[in-house]
């Protein structure tokens, strides 16, 4: 089944799908740049880790290296005068842990030397939110000093959007594409949530002509693998924070849908 939307679907943003999102779409991204490239070009995948903090009592664990069982109860006291060893009362406090945030991207290297040619993002909510946002935006800073062309695909309505000299023109979704030749500038593309996703360019090395790349193909093909269509819980408001108007073109959207089933 398709998306009742003609391009983003905003309903993916929910946290509870959006990360598989991330992986699947990424994937197939990869998947048709590689179709198009030439033979001295390779597509892959890397990925980010980021660490955020959470409370232990969160996660999911697995089994322990030991286990202690309590058969009975017993009241711990305080050690007493002329008592051989004193027993303290704990006082409980939660765990702070640093939990590991996994984030693909695709990397295009040219070959035989394997040099790095141009970095693919997704941004995801780590990338947009504080305290991630610093760390992607060091990496970012750091590519931005390289001749390594640096591509950045915004699909979230929601965070904030990747600094720029110059407020970014109007519209819901981005497509940035700073080549390593061409900096500071930097080509963005916009388009709103009821546009279809664009076809983009993906740039080379000259004199090498870019690759057109459709985001359109790619997200159906997320989706429909993704089995998203019964998954997602189109019955109900988006998680992300939607305008009056927008509210109301989503409900006809779905109710439409919802019609043709």
Same mark, same amino acid.
Not at 177 to 185: K, N
Not at 198 to 214: E, G, H, I, S
């Given at each position: 089944?398709?998306?009742?939307?003609?391009?983003?679907?905003?309903?993916?943003?929910?946290?509870?799908?959006?990360?598989?999102?991330?992986?699947?779409?990424?994937?197939?991204? %990869?998947?048709?740049?590689?179709?198009? $490239?030439?033979?001295?070009?390779?597509?892959?995948?890397?990925?980010?880790?980021?660490?955020?903090?959470? !409370?232990?009592?969160?996660?999911?664990?697995?089994? =322990?290296?030991?286990?202690?069982?309590?058969?009975?109860?017993?009241?711990?006291?305080?050690?007493?005068?002329?008592?051989?060893?004193?027993?303290?009362?704990?006082?409980?406090?939660? !765990?702070?842990?640093?939990?590991?945030?996994?984030?693909?991207?695709?990397? $295009?290297?040219?070959?035989?030397?394997?040099?790095?040619?141009?970095?693919?993002?997704? $941004?995801?909510?780590?990338?947009?939110?504080?305290?991630?946002?610093?760390?992607?935006?060091?990496?970012?800073?750091?590519?931005?000093?390289?001749?390594?062309?640096?591509?950045? !695909?915004?699909?979230?309505?929601?965070? %904030?959007?990747?600094?720029?000299?110059?407020?970014?023109?109007?519209?819901?979704?981005?497509? @940035?594409?700073?080549?390593?030749? %061409?900096?500071?500038?930097?080509?963005?593309?916009?388009?709103?949530?009821?546009?279809?996703?664009?076809?983009?360019?993906?740039? @080379? $090395?000259? =004199?090498?002509?870019? !690759?057109?790349?459709?985001?359109?193909?790619?997200?159906?093909?997320?989706?429909?693998?993704?089995?998203?269509?019964?998954?997602?819980?189109?019955?109900?408001?988006?998680?992300?924070?939607?305008?009056?108007?927008?509210?109301?073109?989503?409900?006809?959207?779905?109710?439409?849908? %919802?019609?043709?089933?």
């Amino acid at each position: 089944m398709t998306s009742p939307f003609p391009g983003m679907d905003p309903y993916l943003e929910d946290p509870a799908f959006w990360p598989e999102f991330h992986h699947k779409f990424i994937n197939y991204w %990869q998947e048709q740049i590689a179709e198009l $490239l030439p033979d001295h070009y390779e597509a892959r995948l890397d990925e980010n880790i980021y660490l955020v903090e959470g !409370l232990l009592e969160t996660r999911r664990l697995t089994g =322990p290296d030991m286990a202690v069982y309590r058969t009975g109860r017993r009241k711990a006291t305080a050690g007493k005068r002329g008592a051989g060893t004193a027993t303290l009362a704990p006082v409980s406090i939660p !765990l702070m842990i640093l939990e590991e945030h996994r984030q693909g991207f695709v990397k $295009l290297l040219h070959r035989p030397s394997r040099k790095v040619v141009a970095v693919l993002e997704l $941004l995801s909510p780590a990338n947009k939110n504080e305290p991630n946002r610093r760390d992607y935006l060091a990496k970012r800073n750091s590519l931005l000093g390289q001749n390594v062309h640096v591509v950045e !695909l915004d699909l979230l309505l929601k965070g %904030q959007r990747v600094p720029l000299a110059e407020p970014l023109p109007d519209g819901d979704y981005f497509y @940035l594409a700073s080549r390593g030749d %061409q900096r500071p500038q930097c080509e963005v593309y916009a388009w709103n949530l009821a546009d279809a996703l664009p076809t983009v360019p993906v740039p @080379l $090395l000259a =004199p090498d002509a870019d !690759l057109a790349c459709d985001l359109a193909a790619v997200f159906t093909t997320t989706y429909e693998r993704g089995r998203y269509a019964k998954a997602l819980e189109y019955r109900k408001a988006p998680h992300v924070p939607l305008s009056a108007p927008y509210k109301q073109w989503v409900r006809r959207q779905v109710r439409a849908a %919802q019609r043709r089933e």
